[in-house]
T-cell receptor, first 115, second 109 residues
Framework: EPEVTQTPSHQVTQMGQEVILRCVPI?????FYWYRQILGQKVEFLVSFYNNEISEKSEIFDDQFSVERPDGSNFTLKIRSTKLEDSAMYFC?????????????FGPGTRLTVL | KNEVEQSPQNLTAQEGEFITINCSYS?????LHWLQQHPGGGIVSLFMLSSGKKKHGRLIATINIQEKHSSLHITASHPRDSAVYICAVPSGSQGNLIFGKGTKLSVKP
């Protein structure tokens, strides 16, 4: 069964460093998302991506964050200069079409630890 | 902005018990998602429903659109059902989800 994959599963970085979290969505899906979950808190939306551009973003997704789909398969989230408060689990998700009526498929997550 | 509330926050049950988890939301939606988060952190979609009732094995989800309320039921609960169950609703036109805080279920043998 097709699945969303994410790498790495765990990333440890120093404050101020840049990190890139990678996701490979399901191949024929068209809508892509990043979410994050700070330990002990609920999952929060970061950004959605459709037709090679950001379609919606939350207040969390500030200038430190960027997303790319560089080669038609990978979908990356870059954090330019990490802060301690960026420590969280980051989930990638994808949808085939018509997101309001179709389930989202989630990757296993990348646990980011900023020291 | 839609507010999603779940209850209870924590639930402990004995194996075999019937479980009910509730979700309410404040703004009308096209569909509601029930998700399961395993202890390792991974999220799995259980149901997406826009009306009535859906059943997968021992899991049943219902939704009342007029009352803005949904329930997830687990029949004959088993220790392997222990997980966090999360209700989520779409926000905006791109389907990004707003999540509830989750219900942590622990089923004891």
């Amino acid at each position: 069964e097709p699945e969303v994959t994410q790498t790495p599963s765990h990333q440890v970085t120093q404050m101020g460093q840049e990190v890139i979290l990678r996701c490979v969505p399901i191949s024929n899906h068209l809508y892509f998302y990043w979410y994050r979950q700070i330990l002990g808190q609920k999952v929060e939306f970061l950004v959605s991506f459709y037709n090679n551009e950001i379609s919606e973003k939350s207040e969390i997704f500030d200038d430190q964050f960027s997303v790319e789909r560089p080669d038609g398969s990978n979908f990356t989230l870059k954090i330019r200069s990490t802060k301690l408060e960026d420590s969280a689990m980051y989930f990638c998700a994808s949808n085939l079409q018509d997101p309001s009526y179709n389930e989202q498929f989630f990757g296993p997550g990348t646990r980011l630890t900023v020291l | 902005k839609n507010e999603v509330e779940q209850s209870p926050q924590n639930l402990t049950a004995q194996e075999g018990e019937f479980i009910t988890i509730n979700c309410s939301y404040s703004v009308g939606i096209s569909a509601l998602h029930w998700l399961q988060q395993h202890p390792g952190g991974g999220i799995v979609s259980l149901f997406m429903l826009s009306s009535g009732k859906k059943k997968h094995g021992r899991l049943i989800a219902t939704i009342n659109i007029q009352e803005k309320h949904s329930s997830l039921h687990i029949t004959a609960s088993h220790p392997r059902d222990s997980a966090v169950y999360i209700c989520a609703v779409p926000s905006g036109s791109q389907g990004n989800l707003i999540f509830g805080k989750g219900t942590k279920l622990s089923v004891k043998p």
